[in-house]
């Protein structure tokens, strides 16, 4: 598609400091950008430069191939709408009269609201879903009604690009994915074009079709989600290790926070080897490297979540092949990893034939004086005929430590390393 908004090498600076030099990229029309980065990286002037409202030192904007400081701003605001984070109202103004207002780029300056202003008003309200609070006071609606507010504003602009920064960056969970639903929602009825600042990376991976990755003034990688949202670029552009996978739902990149690495020491550095499988061991593997901790894993098979953590991360693993079950050869490399370990700790997971012996290992290192804590597993899904529950029984009469969830695992490790 053609470039609707085109950035064409732009300097900018504030007097106390630079922010872009040579940026060039381009909205194109009838998509959804996300625009993603560290804090300071500019998301926020660059949408303010999009909408005309500051200026470049050097380059230069074009709207619809002209120069965006030659458009008068009544035109530019009936082709751009900009939605802030938030808006203070200091008078009592209805929601309705909110909406209106986004009605003003067509008004000569003393002139009324005519009736095609309020139909269009009525429709971006019935779009946006919030119909129903016209009468009501901006002020004392929730966070996630006065950002739908602030949307039907902007759609009563008519326009044809959307500005948003950060939405969604005060609300809950379910509000947010409300909020990103309404946008795509408009952007494949109206035929919208979009820009969304975002401080999500899981949200703009699955809503937005291109992301720009904004580091140090420029771009530092622009492209499809799957392009941009990778491990190497959110170490090296966030400075911190995060585990990228495929959502099995959306195929969208999928992120998982495992922190910089920087860690607590709580004395002589302790191993814990985890047997885990599924993700069970992302949590706990997390927890314990931030606390000072070595960390080693196994039995796993290549391409089980928690093997991609340990790969990103470094940690020892005894592994088997894709779908395989626990080999002898597996079983001596999990049980070396146990004999260097202070303490084991078995997560839940399911339980069937091919990882067995995982709870075989845990009970031999219990059997040899080993520290062994273990995750309640109520097996709701037992393929082992029973003997996953056997084992799971002999662990507890042996005097294997088990603990409900994971708040108190730091706890039951830190007082079970300290009787050594």
Not at 163 to 176: A, F, G, R
């Amino acid at each position: 598609m053609p470039s609707i908004i085109r950035m064409e090498s732009v300097d900018f600076r504030y007097p106390e400091r630079p922010i872009f030099s040579g940026l060039s990229l381009s909205l194109e029309g009838g998509e959804v950008l996300g625009l993603i980065g560290p804090n300071s990286s500019g998301k926020t002037t660059l949408l303010k430069l999009m909408d005309g409202l500051l200026q470049p030192q050097r380059g230069r904007i074009l709207l619809e191939e002209r120069n965006l400081e030659q458009i008068p701003r009544a035109q530019v605001a009936r082709k751009i709408a900009v939605v802030p984070q938030a808006m203070e109202v200091p008078f009592s103004f209805t929601v309705g009269e909110i909406v209106l207002m986004g009605r003003a780029p067509y008004l000569t300056r003393f002139g009324w609201e005519k009736q095609k202003d309020l139909d269009v008003a009525r429709e971006a309200m019935a779009l946006t879903d919030v119909a129903g609070l016209g009468d009501r006071t901006f002020w004392e609606l929730s966070q996630g009604e006065k950002q739908r507010v602030l949307i039907a504003r902007a759609l009563a602009q008519e326009p044809r690009i959307i500005l948003l920064d950060e939405p969604t960056s005060h609300l809950d969970i379910n509000h947010q994915v409300e909020i990103n639903e309404l946008i795509r929602g408009l952007n494949l009825q109206k035929g919208l074009t979009v820009l969304h600042i975002s401080h999500d990376l899981n949200l703009a991976a699955e809503y937005c079709h291109r992301i720009v990755l904004l580091h140090q003034g420029s771009v530092f990688s622009a492209g499809v989600p799957s392009e941009v949202i990778t491990e190497e670029n959110i170490r090296r552009v966030y400075e911190t290790k995060v585990l990228v996978e495929k959502n099995p739902l959306s195929g969208a990149p999928r992120i998982t926070l495992l922190g910089k690495g920087k860690m607590e020491q709580p004395g002589p550095q302790r191993t814990v080897h985890i047997i885990c499988g599924e993700g069970s061991g992302v949590d706990s593997a997390r927890r314990l490297l931030l606390r000072g901790y070595r960390v080693s894993l196994g039995v796993l098979n290549t391409g089980d979540t928690d093997q991609k953590i340990g790969r990103t991360l470094g940690l020892p693993m005894a592994l088997e092949g894709p779908f395989s079950s626990i080999s002898e050869r597996g079983m001596e490399e999990n049980r070396k990893l146990m004999e260097k370990a202070d303490l084991v700790l078995v997560e839940r997971f399911h339980v069937g034939p091919g990882n067995l012996d995982n709870l075989r290992a845990a009970l031999e290192a219990l059997e040899k004086g080993k520290k062994v804590i273990v995750l309640e597993n109520n097996l709701e899904y037992d393929f082992t005929g029973g003997e996953a529950k056997a084992y799971y029984r002999r662990l507890k009469e042996k005097g294997a430590v088990f603990i409900p969830d994971h708040s108190r695992l730091l706890e039951e490790a830190e007082r079970h390393l300290n009787q050594n």
